[in-house]
């Protein structure tokens, strides 16, 4: 690096760069350090979400005279490839310049060089064998990966009149990490490693969100924990990940999704203990900034294949009675509703648990609705509000 021209730019999770004086180019060695180093823990604010730079990237400067702009993505119906001779940091100016091809999901994920043709149709006659050969082999790679987002901006053609990418970003489908998993990890420096996914631009997981990945980490069971408003007066502890998608929709359905303090769910059959560590952890933010207003508590979850449901709720049970001063400081009143492997059980104890907790709780089996609760839960809500008013 000390004999060769060099770029230096963050290496996180977000766009817009150049615009940011975040990207330095044709520097050498000392003077790329002494540009990372005036930005270092800079804290910037891109596209609303604001964040520390905390790590760049040093690469070798590529002369060039053209910036060309290539992205592939995925969507619910296909997969849209798109490109621009304009790309760049002004490639949001020339938006008016991208061209566009779309593959339906029903056809093979194929793209072959018919359809590449309307994309490099403006392109000299001698540079359109060697983009259309790149940009083929740019899809092969995308859905070998299986990837969901493939962007190059900007790329160009080096001295050989050979494409070279200079600034990519991807991202991976992790539910395809069963089949794709060992090529993610080509390459990475400790024999063994996986490749971690990262959280976005911005987002610094909180002590309670810590907390419950590490107990994940430590679990073959899956224990999920996203604070999404840490004063929000409706919180979640819900089993599955189908079912929380169905409770977090329907809470946002009736018009409260501004109140949902978190998003989560626990399933593949957690312990007592792992269940009370988790539910502590999810009491202890359902019950922080009380304001005197109610609060609602949905555990819920639809029908479990193996999950013991009385051994769950043993562990939240616990987790309950533990925080009962906290849930009446905060006037949380508990909605319960399940079905599963010894479901009676479970909710014998939950409807047992009321009058020891000096909190009202609902409980109600797998003949009653999974949103049934939802809208109880709202109606507490809209009735407390009443009160106060």
């Not at 060769?4 to 940011?20: A, I, S, W, Y």
């Not at 998003?263 to 999810?282: D, F, H, I, L, M």
Request: charged content about 20%; overall charge negative.
């Amino acid at each position: 690096m000390g004999s060769t021209k060099l770029v230096v730019k963050p290496d996180m999770l977000f766009g817009q760069r150049g615009k940011n004086d975040l990207v330095g180019l044709n520097l050498d060695f000392s003077q790329a350090i002494d540009f990372a180093t005036q930005r270092l823990n800079r804290t910037v604010t891109v596209n609303g979400c604001t964040g520390p730079i905390t790590t760049f990237l040093i690469e070798p400067f590529v002369p060039h005279a053209e910036e060309f702009y290539l992205s592939i993505t995925s969507s619910r119906n296909g997969w849209e490839v798109a490109f621009s001779e304009a790309g760049g940091i002004h490639i949001e100016e020339n938006w008016d310049k991208l061209r566009t091809v779309t593959l339906d999901t029903l056809d093979a994920p194929c793209l072959d060089a018919g359809r590449v043709a309307p994309l490099i149709a403006g392109l000299p006659l001698e540079q359109r064998p060697a983009l259309e050969r790149f940009i083929l082999a740019a899809f092969s790679v995308f859905h070998d990966l299986d990837c969901t987002l493939l962007e190059m901006n900007p790329w160009t053609l080096d001295a050989a009149g050979s494409p070279f990418p200079l600034d990519m970003r991807m991202e991976l489908d992790d539910t395809a990490k069963y089949r794709s998993g060992a090529k993610w990890n080509v390459g990475l420096e400790q024999p063994g490693a996986e490749l971690e996914f990262p959280l976005p631009f911005g987002r610094l997981l909180s002590p309670a969100e810590s907390a419950i990945s590490a107990l994940d980490e430590a679990t073959g069971a899956s224990l999920k924990f996203t604070v999404l408003n840490p004063h929000g007066r409706v919180w979640l502890m819900v089993a599955g990940g189908g079912a929380s998608v169905i409770y977090t929709d329907t809470i946002a359905d009736l018009g409260y999704a501004a109140e949902l303090g978190n998003y989560g769910e626990y399933s593949g059959a957690p312990n007592t203990n792992e269940t009370y560590q988790y539910a502590k952890t999810v009491l202890d933010c359902a019950t922080s900034h009380a304001d005197g207003r109610g609060r609602a508590l949905l555990i819920g979850g639809g029908i479990a294949n193996f999950t013991d449901v009385a051994a769950t709720f043993t562990g939240i049970i616990a987790a309950l009675k533990e925080k009962a001063a906290a849930l009446q400081a905060a006037k949380v009143r508990i909605f319960v509703r399940r079905g599963g492997p010894n479901y009676q059980k479970g909710l014998e104890l939950m409807r047992a648990l009321g009058s020891q907790l000096g909190v009202p709780v609902s409980v109600y089996g797998p003949e009653s609705s999974m949103t049934g609760i939802c809208a109880e839960a709202i109606s507490y809500i809209k009735e407390t509000d009443a009160m106060a008013a």
